[in-house]
Structure formats: C-alpha cells, structure tokens
C-alpha cells in the first residue's frame, strides 16, 4: 500500500515539474527525499542525490558504499535506478550529465549550499529555483496514513507531557528538568529529540528560550515546548505551560485570555477559511484584552516530515486551508522580564471542521511543590 | 575565558577572508556559526544570518522572536549587535543591505537552498562561493579546550560501547538492540543520538546499513557504528565489531588483519605527514592479506562540531597533518552476503605523535548466549 502512495508522488512531482517549467528535480537528503521515495538517508558530505526529470525515469546518484543501504531502503522498491559513485568520482558533474542540458532545475529547498554551488558550477547553463514551491502541493496535504502517523507523534508527546509535572520541583534547574524531558521524549517512542524548551520566570517571556541553569523557583510559571520524530519520521510539537505552587495573579488574568484565544482559533478551523483568519482569530481576541503587542509572533506552522513546513498560519497568507492539512495552533503571551505563557496543539483539518492531534488539558497546570519536593 | 578565545576566532575568520578575496562571509545557524560565536541557534525556516565583513563589524540578522534567545548565547558577550527582523521584513533584503555592496560573499556550506537561492536573488550583483575552504583552516586544528570536549565525547560513547554486549542476545531484532543503544547514548551525557547502525551478520557487509527487523543469531557477527553530539557541540563516533556465542573461521582471519591494520594506521599519526599516508597504512596491510578489493571506503574523517568534517584520510589527500587536528581511523573489511568488520577510534594529533579519545578493547568481543537469553 505505502509502495503504490510513494509511485504516485514521483508521477505527481513529474507533473507538477512539468507545468512549473522545470527540466529536472534534484533531491538531496531530506523531507523531500523521505516524501518522494521513502528513503532516509542520513545527509553527510559525500553527494546522494535523486535525479528526477520533468518526463522520463529517475536516477538516484548515491556513494558506493551506500549503494546497499539505498537498495534495502523503500526507494529500491520503486523500480529506482541507482549510480553509484567510487571515492574519485565527480558527483556532480554526475548529476550534470545524468540531466542532460536541463535548462532549469529546482533544488530541494533543504539542500546544503555545499551541494548548491558545486551544481551550479556543474552546470553552468542551467538555472536554479527551489523546489519547494512545486513539493509543497503534495507534502501540504496528508494522506490518512500520513495523518494517522502524526496522531501517534501527537499521543507520544502527550504522554511526555502528563509527565512533566513530576519533573517540576524548587531548586532544580531548567537543564535538569530538560534532560530528563529528553530521556522521556525518547522512552515514549520518538527516535530523535528534536528540541526541548524549559522557559521559566522570566525566561518565559522569551518563545524561542533554550534550556538555561536558572533554578526554579516557588511561584514561577515554565512554558514547556517539546518535540520529536517518530519512527514513521514524522514529527510531534506541543506545548503547555505550568506553575510551581501557585502563579501570580496578573498571570492568571492573562492566561485566561489565552486559553480562550487558542480554543476559538482551533474552532475557527475548517475547509475553505484562509491560513491568516485562523490567526487574526486568536490575534484579535488578545488584542482586545490589552495584549496585543505582546504576542510577538505568527499563530502556527504546518508538520509532517519536518517540524515548521507549509502552510503558516500568519497575517497575509491568503491561502485556503484544505482536508489533510496539519498545523500548530500556538498562540502565547510574552512579558518582558517577568514571564510568558503559550498552549500549542497540532491540529488536522477534517472534510467539515478541525480534529485535534494533541489532547492534554489546557487548564495552567499547577504542581504541588511538597508532592515533588 | 571561552569567551577570548571566540573573539579571536573572528577576527581570524576576517583575516583570512581578506586573504581569500572575499568581502563577507553570510554565516546561518549550523556549526560553522557555533565556532565563530558560540551561538547555537535551532535551524528554521525563519532566516538567522551572521554577516562578518572582511574588515568592519559583524551583524547578526535574526528573527524578533530569537532575539533575547541569541543576546542570552556567548555571542551576546561578543559584542556582535543583533538586528532583528519583524515577521512582515525581508530578511534576505537586510542581509543584501548590510553586506553593503559586496563583490564576493562566502556562503556556509551547511547553509540551506531556501536561503542560498533567495540570498542569490536579493544580492544580483555579489558572487556566491563557499565559506568552507576558509574557515577549514580553524575549525580543523583544535584548541586544548576543543580537544578536551572531544576526549569527554569519546569517554561517553566508551562507556555506552562497554554496555553493547549486554544488549545483544539472540533472537532480539536489530532495531530493538538499536532503541536501547540510543537510550543508552543519551544517559551517557550526548544531548543527541546522530546515528545508530547495529549490522549483522550479512548486513555487516554494508558500512551504512541501519536498523533492521533481522533477529540475531548464534554465530553472527555484528558491526555497531555509534555516536551523538555532547552538550558542548562536540560528537562522538566509535565502532567495535561483536559476535554472538562464535564468529566463523574465515572472519576470524580477517578480523585479525583489521586489527592490525587499524593499529598500525593508528600509530603512524604523527605531524607533518600526509592525511592520505594514513590511509596507505591500513589499506596496504589489509591488500597485502588479500582483502584489497574489500576495503572500499576512506580510512577516516575528521570530527568536531560535526560528525564528518576535515581532515578525511583519504588516497589523493596530500595534506599534512597538524598537531590538534582530530578524525577518526577506522578500516574496515565486507564481505558481499556474508559478514563485515570495522574498528574505529577518533585519534588527536599531538606535538609529537598521537594520542587516542576511544579506548574500550579492539578485540572481538564474542557475547556468551547463555549468559544474555
């Protein structure tokens, strides 16, 4: 079954490549080359790359010694031809040839600038574009397998989260509890740990804040943001706040609003509203509790083989959401110098309305600091 | 400390871009901008650009919402100022500005297409060529300080090597002896698990085979490549071959002129010889056995913030090697259908020879059945 998705998503580029103009996709390891022939190369510096032309066959140009792992991975089913070069071969003057004088060709969009300019200089005739532009039709929408592989990404971060408070006590530093985040992120099944955010105090008043030795403290509320891949590669990305023993007072008035916000932008959710309305939803309601220079960045970012990919639920995208497309719903509220809070979920647009991916409660979760003590 | 030692690491990179005939280096977040800065920024969609001119002040571009995150990094300490971009700006337009005019700019080689091509649209008029043939010539001779990150990389996967032989027992599928190494890789001190390949008995045969659903059996061999990156940034990498209960006759023959080929490939590091002398070493000793044609990859690479990085010891490398450079040595044999073997260790260049950062035993350690089912 998962075989016959994968031909068909080779065909479709084709087509797709066909009517943006473009001779040939050239496709390192990444997404892209996980979502086109399920193949999952680890991205070193030796050049695999899958050559796929707008019409005819496609080629993958992979190092000797990869030669066996490729052919084991799913790509070998798909009738895939592979070239295999030797330790001092030119690999992309391989690619040049195999594209034979194609006039444009579009790069995937995670391609290192090491492969980039080395093609450019392969082929100096050809002009480069991205590929993502043409990809990102496909990859936007989520087949049922692919929705189901995310509600288990969804359900194993869940489970890290209904773990968290255990994890929260005075005295214990954000690299401690992110640590230990980790080790749990795994234990529920992911195979990678792709970033773990422990924001406390202060420190919540910054999204992106990484872990830091700041002890946590009586009274601090700590923005957890998590995430992971699966084995399916695809990703989960969820995030809740919590308090240590209380919160105070002027956070809670906040955090209502939020709580609300985030709700009715989830709500909002269905076939044929655009990206932007989903986020002016969640934007005005904050705006008009008094907030509104203080959710500093865009309401959500689509998942699947990558953690932030299309489409971006952010003022000026005027694109209609569509069945099968899978995104972050994260608003937040950011105090400088004093504190932050965000609720995130992962939510899949149904034929009629919204399903949500993540399902732990919204409530501000308070720990009890003489249960963990 | 640290902090002095970042400082010069800039200007040096300035210097050598005057030298190279380069007006900027356009740096985004992967490992080249964790040596100049010590900033390590997650990798996203939303661009984060160092712009270091040949002569004059950097400039860090980033988004709004990294801000507070990159000022609270080392490069806050550095001095660099950071120009922030709203969700509505052109980043790569602000890159293009401040980088003034510049003829040639030198790219990161890990930089991403989405930011080379769009670079290359807002800068019509500058030349984009690679940041690696410069900045090479730091990153690849460590510091005491570099080198002491590596040596505790290399004691972590020591430690997590010792523990394989518990794990391996008959009946137990690859990828179920691959889950527990990467726990195991995380208990050890890495923050993250970069690969993991568990390769037995036949799949030995293919250096980069990764997890498979096959069950070993008495008798197999069983080739495990492991390693993570430490909280420091620096990576570990080490392999040892095992066997379970016995490993056949003919192996046994080979896998003694490894040993020896890896031992003597080893003690040959020494400064002012060539990278590709060291890969004569090993590969002369194992032709000489018979086993040429079975050899067929490079005997090492270098390692630090990145797994594979320069020096490679490869046929055709005339470099010569340095004191504080740092890559791996690791021949090794396969045999098509049957069985593989390697054994490798990250070895240092010291004043006068060499000195090894992996250090558990290089003999085939056969794993007692009995004691593990």
Redesign the interface.
């Known amino acids: 079954m998962e075989q016959a998705v994968d031909r068909r998503r080779l065909s479709a580029a084709q087509e797709l490549a066909q009517r943006a103009g473009v001779d040939a996709l050239l496709v390192t390891p990444g997404p892209d080359l996980t979502y086109l022939t399920g193949y999952r190369a680890?991205a070193?510096?030796r050049l695999t790359c899958l050559v796929l032309p707008a019409t005819g066959d496609p080629v993958l140009v992979a190092p000797?010694?990869?030669v066996?792992?490729a052919s084991?991975s799913p790509l070998g089913q798909l009738g895939i031809s592979i070239r295999g070069w030797a330790?001092?071969d030119d690999p992309y003057g391989i690619v040049g040839e195999l594209s034979g004088g194609a006039g444009v060709v579009a790069?995937?969009?995670?391609?290192?600038?090491?492969a980039?300019?080395r093609l450019r200089d392969a082929m100096p005739a050809a002009r480069?574009?991205?590929a993502?532009p043409i990809l990102r039709e496909l990859r936007m929408i989520k087949s049922a397998a692919e929705v189901e592989h995310l509600r288990q990404a969804g359900r194993a971060i869940d489970r890290v989260h209904e773990q968290v408070p255990e994890l929260l006590w005075p005295g214990r530093t954000e690299r401690e509890v992110g640590d230990d985040i980790?080790?749990a992120i795994?234990?529920a099944g992911h195979?990678?740990?792709d970033?773990v955010i422990v924001a406390s105090g202060p420190n919540g008043?910054?999204?992106?804040?990484?872990l830091?030795d700041r002890r946590l403290e009586i009274g601090d509320t700590v923005v957890v943001d998590i995430g992971g891949t699966m084995p399916s590669g695809y990703c989960s990305d969820s995030t809740r706040t919590y308090a240590i023993g209380y919160a105070p007072d002027d956070f809670l008035a906040f955090y209502g609003v939020l709580q609300d916000a985030q709700r009715l932008a989830v709500e909002s959710v269905r076939p044929d509203v655009t990206a932007e309305s989903v986020d002016a939803v969640a934007r005005s309601m904050i705006a008009e509790a008094g907030y509104g220079d203080r959710f500093?960045?865009?309401t959500g970012?689509g998942i699947g083989l990558e953690t932030?990919?299309d489409p971006y639920i952010?003022?000026?995208n005027v694109e209609l959401l569509r069945q099968g497309m899978v995104f972050s719903v994260e608003p937040g509220i950011y105090v400088s110098g004093q504190y932050g809070a965000r609720i995130e979920d992962i939510v899949v647009v149904t034929e009629t309305g919204v399903d949500s991916l993540n399902n732990t409660t919204h409530d501000l979760v308070v720990v009890d600091p003489a249960f963990s003590s």
């Open positions: 680890i070193l510096e000797g010694l990869e066996a792992a084991a330790e001092t790069l995937s969009d995670s391609m290192a600038a090491g980039v300019l480069q574009q991205l993502g980790a080790e795994i234990e195979v990678t740990v970033f008043a910054s999204p992106h804040h990484e830091s500093i960045h865009r970012h932030h990919e952010v003022e000026g």
